[in-house]
């Protein structure tokens, strides 16, 4: 184990894993030649160290001792020194931003001696008592334990009594017994004093920053995102700059483009006479980053100047902190920013017109879950009338939900499967949950950089921010607007974070300008620039990637659909639901056949049927291969339900009337057939070996159809596909009498046999199976079930949130491919079944094909196409191509 400490002048952009992404960026600006006040970084081993065995590696405390002298000695002032003390902000920082999540204390040093010098020295005694009275509270709160809304309480008591409602409103004298109604509070709350000696201070606080790891917040969040949990977090210890001094002084938020939108130009927000948490807190509304330039034009341009530095150095949208100490600027943090799907496509390519980087590099800047959410329908137009409320459009898209004013029942109605816009004054930490559960937030304070504005940004969640025309009340669980219209909880409205708009009821929806583009639907103007970018993006995805994306379509319309997506054929064109609606009734007279004439005459009415259909879809598919998939569901499938049927006939009888014969046929035929497990029962290629007929039917239609679609002029490409196969030797059977069909129809068609593998068994004897497959294509929502041994239907409501809370998987099985069972058995199959058959074409057809991570996973496995809903088509192109280029981030 090496060292745990390492000064800013020592680090770099490439260390994250250890420095956090907070204290690698202060390294590499610092190496840059940026103004970033000094400090050193506690690196996150040392608090893995912590998390694991409950203390700090012995070590630590020399380390941080010599970096504090250096640091000292750097500034000219020493930590606790009552004359002219060293200011210190102690702050988390693990290996990916969790905007607030973490705890951070400033201002530390402060105490009964220090506070003095810092009035003398700034020449600010407001200054010096706001900034103590913040540690305390900070510290109270978050090292002591404070409940931190008794400093809440107390704070507000003291801008009644001053007849203020602000903070600035309150005067040196003021604070000053604030601070030490404060320190009461502390004292009153856990029995001791709040700590004078400033090192004490210091260890509390570090101790403090590795706990908050484990906080409640921070482990949502992390769920949420994705982010592993044993990463630990970096401390920051950094000296003190104070934004406070007065109207040359200030502190802001800055991007290097606008990251909600996308467009060029630097973006962000400015608070004077403030330190750096009250911008994000939305205590007071800042200014646009313009009015600096009003204000102090020489920090306006010498921030200018930083932001293109970081974004040519990071070749990214990059945003940082920044404070202005009387006139001077401070950077105090950077990153490569958060940004909305929409901003992130735009952005790229920007950046590939700027020659800043390459296209490949491009598709790694953006990815499948954002272009899937460009494709959520928006309002229509102009309609709704007059809107609620008008806001700050912090993060674009539409919602519709009912109000609730409290993370918990937000939380609560979600669980009852209900929509909600979380509304409240202003978001802090504490209301994640909330935030997770609703469509929107919609804040009545805060600017674009507020809480409630980074983080929905960051989930890719519908907010509307400092809509200051409404009052919020959270006790009697109303809002009022500005036209004294009262909206209650429980009530329905929409939000258009696009607009900015907030209106009452459900608002209807339009397909978005993407989806738009997609159809060959009118774009809006302004949309231009994003659908320019999406559709570059997607051609370049389309030329590097390796894997091919088709569809999963069941009629001639989803097939267009598909097409106009960008679909290369038909992974899956599933036979079943032709066998619904009115044709049940031939199906029916084929279960209930008594002899081989009645079922040859069902099977008779059914292939024109399906002729027909295949016909249809083959024609929109011209060209590109059509995989059909030959019946699977268990045939009681197609026949009235068990219950009810013998409910009725019971009622019949007993009420004397005569049942209807057909009704006690049917019966017999459902007791017959019914099944404990019809998941595991007589279905797929079982049915095609037990039920006589049925697939020289639908063979038949499918041969006939490539002739009825060739003789028209087409260029149809039929493939068949048998399900649940277990063993070649049923497959061998199935083939047989499909060739033989095929024969029959015409001598020279060439249609393609293939299997679905879906079965743990056909998995591992892919070898033997491929001796017989023209194709594999997995069945990947099968082979989930059949691996796991567990039915989807059955689990997902009954315990999978217990799982994902306690870890048993970080993501569901059926959402994102399990890589370390079910892949396994995919590589296998793949490997073995290329090396009996070279060449073997392999394909998914589950709804893995259009989750992004498994896409990536099916690029490794060497598969050669994916198919998925008509929808998910663009997100697997994009992922494809992205999987050919690189990794990329997978956060
Ligand atoms: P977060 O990760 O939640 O943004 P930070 O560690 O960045 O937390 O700190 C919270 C706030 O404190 C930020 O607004 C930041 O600008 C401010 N801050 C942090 N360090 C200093 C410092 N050395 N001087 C002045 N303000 C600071
Ligand atoms: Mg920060
Ligand atoms: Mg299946």
């Known amino acids: ?23 690698a960026g202060l390294a590499e600006m610092t190496r840059m030649g940026l103004p970033v006040p000094p400090g050193f970084t506690i690196t996150t081993e040392a608090c893995r160290f912590y998390l694991a065995s409950g203390r700090e590696p012995h070590a630590l405390a020399d380390e941080i001792t010599v970096h504090l002298a250096a640091l000292e000695e750097r500034m000219g002032r020493r930590l606790g020194d009552a004359r002219d003390p060293l200011l210190l902000s102690v702050r988390s920082g693990g290996r990916y931003s969790m905007p607030g999540m973490m705890d951070t204390i400033l201002d530390l040093g402060l105490n009964d001696d220090t506070v003095t010098g810092l009035a003398r020295t700034t020449g600010r005694e407001r200054a010096a008592w706001d900034s103590y009275r913040r540690l305390v509270q900070m510290y109270g709160s978050t090292v002591m334990g404070v409940d931190g809304s008794c400093f809440d309480t107390e704070l507000d008591r003291a801008r009644r009594a001053a007849g203020t409602d602000s903070d600035l409103g309150l005067d040196a004298a003021a604070l000053r017994r604030l601070t030490v109604a404060f320190q009461a509070i502390v004292r009153e709350h856990t029995g001791l004093d709040f700590p004078q000696d ?72 400015y608070l004077s006479d403030a330190q750096g948490e009250d911008v994000v807190a939305g205590i007071r509304d800042a200014v646009p980053l313009s009015e600096l330039a009003a204000l102090l034009p020489d920090c306006h341009s010498a921030l200018l100047a930083h932001l293109n530095t970081l974004e040519n150095h990071y070749r990214d949208l990059c945003d940082v902190e920044f404070t202005v100490e009387r006139g001077r600027l401070w950077i105090l943090q950077t990153r490569v920013g958060k940004r909305t799907a929409a901003a992130a496509f735009r952005i790229a390519v920007q950046l590939v017109e700027e020659k800043v980087i390459t296209w490949d590099e491009a598709l790694l800047r953006v990815t499948g879950d954002q272009l899937a959410q460009l494709m959520f329908p928006r309002f229509a137009g102009t309609t709704g009338g007059a809107p609620l409320a008008h806001g700050i459009p912090a993060s674009p898209g539409a919602a519709v939900g009912v109000v609730v004013f409290t993370s918990a029942e937000a939380v609560r109605r979600a669980a009852a499967g209900e929509h909600t816009v979380l509304v409240r004054p202003e978001t802090t930490p504490d209301d994640l949950p909330g935030m997770i559960a609703a469509q929107a937030v919609l804040t009545s304070r805060g600017g674009k950089t507020s809480h409630a504005a980074v983080v929905a940004r960051g989930m890719g969640k519908v907010c509307v921010c400092g809509a200051e025309g409404i009052s919020v009340d959270v006790a009697a669980r109303r809002f009022t607007t500005a036209g004294g219209t009262v909206v209650a909880e429980g009530e329905v409205i929409s939000v258009d974070g696009t607009a900015g708009r907030v209106h009452l009821g459900a608002l209807p929806l339009v397909p978005s300008p993407v989806t738009a583009y997609f159809t060959g639907g009118t774009v809006p103007e302004e949309a231009r620039e994003l659908i320019d970018a999406v559709d570059r993006l997607l051609t370049h995805a389309d030329q590097v990637g390796r894997l091919l994306v088709r569809a999963n379509a069941d009629t001639p319309e989803d097939a267009r659909r598909a097409r106009a997506f960008g679909a290369l054929g038909i992974g899956l064109c599933r036979t079943e639901h032709m066998f619904l609606g009115e044709r049940r009734r031939l199906v029916e007279a084929l279960i209930l056949a008594e002899n081989d004439d009645a079922r040859e005459s069902a099977l008779a009415a059914l292939l024109p049927l399906q002729r027909q259909d295949f016909t249809e879809i083959l024609q929109a598919m011209d060209g590109l291969a059509v995989t059909i998939r030959l019946i699977d569901p268990p045939l009681h499938e197609f026949l009235p339900d068990r219950t009810e049927l013998s409910v009725r006939i019971a009622t019949e009888r007993a009420q004397g009337r005569a049942v209807d014969p057909h009704d006690e046929q049917l019966l017999a035929a459902v007791n017959r057939m019914h099944e404990e497990n019809p998941m595991l029962g007589l279905r797929g290629v079982r049915l095609a070996l037990v039920v006589p007929g049925l697939v020289a039917m639908q063979v038949r239609a499918a041969a006939e159809a490539v002739l009825a679609c060739r003789a028209a002029g087409g260029d149809p490409h039929a493939e068949i596909m048998v399900p649940l196969v277990d063993t070649v030797e049923e497959l061998r059977l199935v083939r047989t009498e499909i060739e033989r069909v095929l024969r029959e129809t015409d001598e020279d068609l060439d249609v393609p046999i293939g299997t679905m593998i879906e079965l743990p068994r056909a998995a591992l004897t892919a070898d033997r199976i491929a001796t017989a497959a023209d194709f594999f294509s997995f069945g990947t929502n099968d082979l989930t079930q059949t691996t796991w041994g567990f039915s989807r239907d059955d689990v997902e409501g009954a315990f999978f949130t217990r799982y994902l809370e306690q870890g048993v998987f970080r993501v569901s099985p059926f959402e994102t491919l399990d890589l370390d069972g079910v ?64 990794t990329g981030t997978d956060l």
């Open 1 to 23: 184990m090496g060292r745990f400490v390492y000064d800013f002048t020592e680090g770099h952009r490439g260390q994250a894993d250890l420095l956090g992404g907070k204290g």
């Open 198 to 269: 400033p090192r004490e201070q210091l260890r509390g606080a570090v101790r403090a920053v590795f706990d908050s790891w484990r906080g409640e917040r921070a482990r949502i969040y992390r769920r949420r995102e994705g982010i592993p949990e044993n990463l630990g977090t970096a401390v920051n210890v950094q000296a003190m700059v104070f934004g406070n001094l007065g109207p040359d002084s200030g502190t802001g938020v800055a991007f290097t483009r606008n990251p909600a939108t996308g467009r060029r130009g630097a973006w962000g927000d």
């Open 823 to 886: 892949g396994r058995l995919v590589e296998l199959a793949v490997r073995e079944g290329r090396q009996t058959r070279p060449g073997l074409v392999t394909g998914v057809c589950g709804e893995h094909g259009g989750d992004p991570a498994s896409v990536r996973f099916f690029h490794r496995a060497g598969l050669d196409y994916v198919s998925c809903s008509p929808y998910r088509v663009p997100v697997a192109r994009l992922e494809a191509g992205r999987a050919a280029v690189g």
